[in-house]
């Protein structure tokens, strides 16, 4: 896990506001870039993800930025809502390992 | 259509015991995943099956610690001799093949040993 870092580690956000979670890798091989979020008692869930060859992805309230150069991807939450609330985890993949390697996790509060 | 379901869904044992954990997977996917994840920690690999065979397993910690899946669906977590150490909530993840990228998760097995 010392691959990825994720940042800040915890995010208090007032409803409506934009949430913004930033993730730095180490190993160029990553070739997949999701974010899973996690709930209380669940497992993660994809919520979105991207792909090396483009450097923004938007689905609704949620937007992946990814820097190559940089070695980072963030996860930016616009009109953040109560309901958001949750952890999230940024989880780079390496195709040729099949397997992720998590970040550290971000909690994220949204307050009414 | 159901998801990956994982039981028990709590699991108290003392040190030095022996526990099994299951994992039903999604019908039809080839690839499972075991995870372990410690208490404000993200989830960490243990071991990634395709089909019927462990294609790696470089993520299990000890030899106290064993997986199996003899018919490529279900799949058994087992962990030998116990420790408090290895208390940590243990996730099952499925795909629809090793290479396609996203995990579906089950909700996972909260093993406390006392």
């Known amino acids: 896990q010392q691959q990825v870092k994720q940042s800040p580690q915890s995010l208090i956000v007032q409803k409506g506001g934009i949430s913004i979670i930033n993730c730095a890798y180490e190993?160029?091989?990553?070739?997949?870039f999701p974010w899973y979020q996690q709930f209380p008692g669940k497992g993660p869930a994809l919520l979105i993800a991207?792909?090396?060859?483009?450097s923004e992805k938007k689905e609704g309230r949620f937007t992946i930025s990814f820097n190559k150069s940089a070695k980072q991807f963030s996860l930016h939450i616009m009109d953040s809502q109560p309901g958001d609330s949750a952890t999230y985890f940024c989880a780079p993949w390496h195709s040729g390992t099949y397997k992720y390697i998590f970040g550290t996790g971000t909690r994220l509060k949204v307050l009414a | 259509g159901a998801g990956v379901s994982q039981t028990p869904s709590n699991k108290v044992t003392e040190k030095g015991k022996y526990v099994e954990l299951r994992c039903d997977p999604i019908s039809g996917h080839t690839a499972l995943y075991w995870y372990r994840q410690s208490l404000g920690q993200g989830p960490e690999f243990l071991i990634y099956?395709?089909?019927?065979?462990?294609?790696?397993d470089s993520g299990l910690p000890n030899d106290r610690f064993f997986a199996v899946r003899p018919e490529g669906s279900v799949s058994t977590l087992k962990i030998q001799r116990t420790e408090r150490g290895d208390s940590a909530v243990y996730l099952c993840a499925s795909s629809l093949t090793g290479s396609s990228g996203e995990q579906f998760f089950g909700p996972g097995t909260r093993l406390t040993v006392l």
């Open positions: 190993n160029t091989a990553f070739d997949y």
């Open positions: 991207i792909r090396p060859d483009v």
């Open positions: 099956f395709q089909g019927t065979g462990a294609a790696d």
